[in-house]
């Protein structure tokens, strides 16, 4: 179902303010808690920091394709395949950190200046069929809270081993 405007707006402020929370979450972590495992197959918060960098600028894309393109096609990827193929405790999460709070800010700033009537576009996500930006900012407006409570959840598992 299409969002009114008002549940836009609130959605685009959710998705603006994301970046605060994954940073806010990553700084609370003892340094020795940042690459533990909470469990087999279980990411660590600094495998998070990586995956939010790697889905945040992916995210830029897919917006823009979407708002820009005709019959844009989305095609999706295996996070956990990114994990290990890019080996993400390889990477430096700072650098992953501010890479995810340049690129909301950089895509916040442009859809504040995207016109009521470019919502709604639709284009073909690969997995999941039609796809469109309603679609993009629902998924995308609590993507770094729900990494950011991954995180405090990481947290307190550490704490608690």
Sequence with gaps: MPFDAATREAHLRRYAEGSTLIRRAWAELPVEARTWRPGEGKWSAHEVAV??????????????????????????????????????????????????????????????????????????????????????????????EIHAAQIQRNLGAWQNR
Aim: aromatic share 10%.
């Design 51 to 144: 995956h939010c960098a790697d889905s945040e600028t992916y995210a830029a894309i897919r917006i823009r394709l979407l708002l820009a393109e005709t019959e844009p096609l989305v095609v999706g990827y295996d996070e956990n395949v990114w994990s290990r193929r890019f080996d993400y405790h390889a990477s430096d999460p700072e650098l992953a950190l501010r890479l995810v709070e340049t690129v909301r800010a950089h895509t916040s700033a442009m859809l504040s200046r995207v016109p009521d009537e470019a919502w709604g576009r639709m284009g073909r996500h690969t997995h999941s069929g039609p796809y469109g930006t309603d679609d993009w900012l629902r998924s995308y407006a609590n993507h770094l």
